[in-house]
Each structure stands twice: as structure tokens, then as C-alpha cells.
């Protein structure tokens, strides 16, 4: 009974002195697997999370909290935070400004503008992010600015030149510039073919203010009076009207409608 006693004693002193601490190990530079293991071992409880270190490789452990050395008691969580190394520029092309300045932040880095470098695109829609400088990708220290680069929309071309073009053809070299072409009112030039193009508005050569890309095409009504020499008055008459032109047939002597054209 008396060795009990004091047995009993003992344990008890032990265990209100020192047996119920742990004192927290040192796993600073070791992986997260072998950090948590040495927790473990020392009956405490790992609570793994990771944040981006200028000097400690990713996946290593920067430090603990509480730190190593730290009387803890036993069973006692301890947060182990694992480095993701340097922070990365992320890649927030197309998305808004907030979005990229969050983006931003939560790598740990400082997100800024400047309109002194936004960059006209013809991809990204204006208003929205076309990059970052540093570019996307780039490695660096915690706390390093980084520029938002904005979209100020697509970049400003001129009218091309589609005079004497048929409809189709100008309507698809103003496509390709960006324009949208519409069909304005068609009028009488004795120099462009009927169908092809008299003018633009705005006129060739112009680079259009803002974001307005619609361009007016304006076509040729004129008609190439084609040789209806040998033809019949009835073919004649009928190959003038197809064209939207009058005839006046002069037939001397009551010439019939199989008379034949000798001028015209």
C-alpha cells in the first residue's frame, strides 16, 4: 500500500509539472509530411495551411504557431504553415479590374494601374483586362507592384478604300477592317458600274472616333448600255427593260417587231 501510495504520489507530481506538456519541436525547412509526423510523435496535433515565403522552396515549412521551443499542452493543436514559395503573377486576361485587383491580392502581391500603359485590343473587350506587367507567370517577392494593363478597346483603323468595288467584295474588305458596313441610298455616277461602289461615309482614309465601327456604302445605279446590233425590236425592247432602261424603238415604214437593229 505504501509503494502504491507513492507511486501514485509521483505520477501525480509528474503529471501537474511536466507530463502533461509538450514543448513544441523545431520543423522549420522540413516537408509538411515530416512536420507533421515530429507533431504527432510529440502527442500534438497538426493543422496544416500554406502561405507564399521569398525564401523558403514550396512545400517546406516556414513555421509553426506556437513556435518551436513553446510549452503547449499535450493534445494541444499546433498550426503548421507550409510555404507555396514566391508569389506568381496570376493570369487575368478578360476578366474586370475588380476581379484582377482580388486576383492580385490574394497572391500576396500589390495590384496598381496605370493608363499610360493600356493597350488597345482587338480580343478583349474595352474596359477589361488584357495583362499584367510583370506578365502572367512572373515570379516575385512578396508585396511587388503589379500594373493592371486595361483594354481601350480595339485599335483605330482607317476606312479602307473600296470605290469601284462590287457590293459583295467592299462589304467584306470592310469586315475584315472591323467595320460594319450598311447599304446607304444608290444614285447615278456615269463612272462606276452599276452595283459597285460610288463612296463610303465616313470616306476612305478615316479613323472613326470611339466605338461607333458602323460605315455607309453608297452604290451606282448606271447601267453599261449593251450592242443590240442584229437583234430583233422584241429582243431589243425586252434585253433594255431587263436593264431598267427605256426603249424607243424608230421603225420608219411601220416596221414590225421582228425588224432587225442596224443602230442604236
Given at each position: 500500500v505504501g509503494v502504491l501510495v507513492v507511486a501514485l504520489l509521483g505520477t501525480t507530481t509528474w503529471w501537474f509539472t511536466s507530463g502533461r506538456y509538450r514543448t513544441v519541436p523545431n520543423v522549420a525547412?522540413?516537408?509538411?509530411?515530416?512536420?507533421?509526423?515530429?507533431?504527432?510523435d510529440n502527442d500534438l496535433k497538426p493543422d496544416v495551411t500554406t502561405a507564399h515565403d521569398n525564401k523558403v522552396p514550396a512545400g517546406r515549412v516556414i513555421r509553426t504557431d506556437p513556435a518551436n521551443g513553446e510549452e503547449v499542452l499535450r493534445g494541444d493543436t499546433v498550426k503548421v504553415i507550409v510555404s507555396e514559395g514566391r508569389p506568381r503573377v496570376p493570369d487575368i486576361s478578360g476578366s474586370t479590374v475588380e476581379e484582377a485587383t482580388e486576383a492580385i491580392k490574394s497572391q500576396d502581391l500589390r495590384p496598381d494601374r496605370d493608363d499610360g500603359q493600356n493597350q488597345y485590343s482587338d480580343k478583349v473587350e474595352k474596359g477589361r483586362v488584357v495583362t499584367t506587367n510583370p506578365?502572367?507567370?512572373t515570379e516575385l517577392d512578396l508585396n511587388t507592384r503589379v500594373v493592371i494593363i486595361v483594354s481601350k478597346g480595339r485599335q483605330p483603323k482607317p476606312v479602307p478604300d473600296v470605290r469601284d468595288k462590287?457590293?459583295?467584295e467592299a462589304f467584306?474588305?470592310?469586315?475584315?477592317?472591323?467595320?460594319?458596313?450598311?447599304?446607304?441610298?444608290?444614285s447615278f455616277d456615269p463612272g462606276i458600274e452599276g452595283g459597285h461602289v460610288i463612296r463610303t461615309d465616313p470616306p476612305a482614309g478615316t479613323k472613326p472616333k470611339g466605338d461607333d465601327r458602323k460605315v455607309t456604302v453608297y452604290l451606282s445605279t448606271a447601267v453599261r448600255v449593251p450592242d443590240l446590233s442584229g437583234k430583233t425590236a422584241a429582243e431589243a425592247r425586252q434585253i433594255l427593260s431587263d436593264l431598267g432602261l427605256q426603249p424607243d424603238i424608230q421603225a420608219p415604214f411601220g416596221g414590225s417587231e421582228g425588224s432587225r437593229v442596224f443602230q442604236q
Open positions: 525547412n522540413q516537408s509538411s509530411l515530416a512536420a507533421q509526423q515530429a507533431l504527432t506578365p502572367p507567370g462590287p457590293k459583295d467584306q474588305d470592310l469586315r475584315d477592317a472591323g467595320f460594319e458596313p450598311v447599304e446607304g441610298e444608290s
